[in-house]
């Protein structure tokens, strides 16, 4: 009983620590601007760019629901797309509204495991894409820090940029040969999947049948909503180029993939005010966007909200759809 009472408490004590830390963030940000200013900006944002917004974000949505659809093909657990685009809504609204950006990818797995997917498949199927995933963000952001070069005028940042892309290669492949780990590693609790985890990523990751197509799903899928930027921007008539806002906001998503802010807010927003002061954005302006950018990609999470309501209830299928 005690052990029970314990766990949901340090779950909430994790959620209260991640929300102190999205606000203390906000909070530095803000004591150095003029939020006066900030809200003026977002005042100054048309209706046309945010739903364009808004219509990028969504199309995102898709492209993940796509992404995993084909992830979970590979590995031989196939799910309808039909079932796999309303669950990418329904993990997509759980990941802005859970302390934990992960919390998402736990109710896919267990509606994917619900429509009869085994409960490990269920668990690589969800895990290997989300690495799909970051490992095309890795592609952009590298490429984008390539492309901007000396725009970036510190070279640590530059260098820590392009340094993420031979250092996701290498974790692919490390996660590929887990198999090949001495038997007495394989014990560890965390590597007793070790087999069927380094097989299914071979199959995903090293297959090129399924690794470019994955890869280009990936990189669109941030592109689409670095486009959003770029459509709020327009909309704010800043001048900022097209390919200055995917390469700046795809290292922007890469530092908001680090677990330590309640849905990315907050830690965000520094990164946004940080990266884009390289293309000459005011500090200000750079917050606003963020915070635009954050508030509209929750609105594009709401139809998981209906989703859930309208699923939670309905029975287990007992077999995964094909």
């Known amino acids: 009983m005690q052990e ?3 766990k949901p408490l340090k779950q909430w004590l994790f959620a209260l620590l991640k929300l102190a830390v999205s606000i203390g963030f906000l909070a530095l940000l803000l004591r150095g601007l003029d939020l006066a200013t900030v809200v003026a900006v ?40 039909g079932k796999a ?5 329904i993990g997509g609204f759980f990941n802005q509204v859970l302390p934990t950006s992960f919390g998402g990818d736990a109710v896919r797995m267990w ?4 429509l009869g997917i085994g409960g490990q498949a269920a668990v690589i199927g969800v895990l290997l894409e989300r690495i799909s995933g970051l490992f095309g963000l ?32 290498a974790g692919v492949l490390a996660l590929a040969a887990l198999d090949g780990l001495p038997e007495r590693w394989r014990r560890a609790p965390l590597l007793r999947e070790a087999a069927r985890l380094a097989r299914d990523s071979r199959r995903v990751f090293l297959a090129p049948a399924n690794a470019l ?16 930027i770029y459509a709020f921007a327009e909309g704010l008539q800043l001048g900022l180029p097209f390919a200055t806002c995917v390469a700046l906001f795809s290292a922007v998503i890469l530092v908001t993939t680090i677990p330590i802010s309640f849905a990315g807010w907050g830690l965000r927003e520094g990164a946004m005010v ?20 954050g508030a509209s990609y929750l609105a594009a999470s709401l139809p998981g909200c209906a989703l859930w309501l309208a ?3 309905a029975p287990s299928t007992g077999a995964a759809s094909r």
């Open 311 to 313: 699923w939670r209830h």
């Open 138 to 169: 890795v592609v952009l952001t590298a490429l984008g820090a390539a492309y901007l070069g000396s725009d970036i005028d510190d070279r640590l940042v530059r260098l820590g940029l392009l340094a993420t892309l031979p250092l996701a290669v």
């Open 42 to 81: 977002l005042g100054r944002l048309p209706a046309t760019a945010i739903a364009a917004g808004l219509i990028l974000m969504l199309a995102q949505f898709v492209v993940l629901g796509l992404r995993w659809w084909l992830v979970m093909a590979a590995i031989e657990a196939p799910i309808a797309f």
């Open 4 to 6: 029970k009472t314990v």
């Open 274 to 293: 940080a990266l884009f002061a390289f293309a000459g954005l005011g500090a200000d302006t750079a917050l606003a966007l963020s915070l635009a950018f």
């Open 111 to 114: 509606q994917a495991h619900r």
């Open 213 to 228: 197509p994955l890869l280009l799903l990936s990189m669109l899928s941030h592109v689409l909503t670095a486009t959003a």
């Open 85 to 89: 685009l309303p669950i990418t809504f």
